[in-house]
Nanobody, 127 residues
Framework: QVQFGESGGGLVQPGGSLRLSCAAAESIFSVAAIGWFRQAPGKEREGVSCISSSSSDRYYADSVKGRFTISKDNAKNTVYLQMNSLKPEDTAVYYC????????????????????WGQGTQVTVSS
């Protein structure tokens, strides 16, 4: 049984789409804000998108607004990141993370220790 982890990365051409999945145990999923972060070689980690435990609040980094959508499936204890209109600069290792009772803007936009991380999945956007 997966405690916490990502899937769905791969190689895609510019303009294409990918959907990342983050599966979590019920004990995490029900109380934690869950976010997607990415890190490209030589760059700092970036908070891409975060969603509250109730799904009422969502945060998107300016770099992905209008192109990425975060969502939750409570029946599957899974958070998705739908990525459309992908650009080469979206190339990075994408991680999902969980933080209990976190505010989504604080979780995504303020650098601070986050207790739970997945192993990461590579997304490469290239022709």
């Amino acid at each position: 049984q997966v405690q916490f982890g990502e899937s769905g990365g791969g190689l895609v051409q510019p303009g294409g789409s990918l959907r990342l999945s983050c599966a979590a145990a019920e004990s995490i999923f029900s109380v934690a804000a869950i976010g997607w972060f990415r890190q490209a070689p030589g760059k700092e980690r970036e908070g891409v998108s975060c969603i509250s435990s109730s799904s009422s609040d969502r945060y998107y980094a300016d770099s992905v607004k209008g192109r990425f959508t975060i969502s939750k499936d409570n029946a599957k204890n899974t958070v998705y990141l739908q990525m459309n209109s992908l650009k080469p600069e979206d190339t990075a290792v994408y991680y999902c993370a969980a933080e209990e009772w976190a505010a989504v803007r604080a979780m995504c936009a303020i650098d601070h220790p986050i207790p739970t991380w997945g192993q990461g999945t590579q997304v490469t956007v290239s022709s």
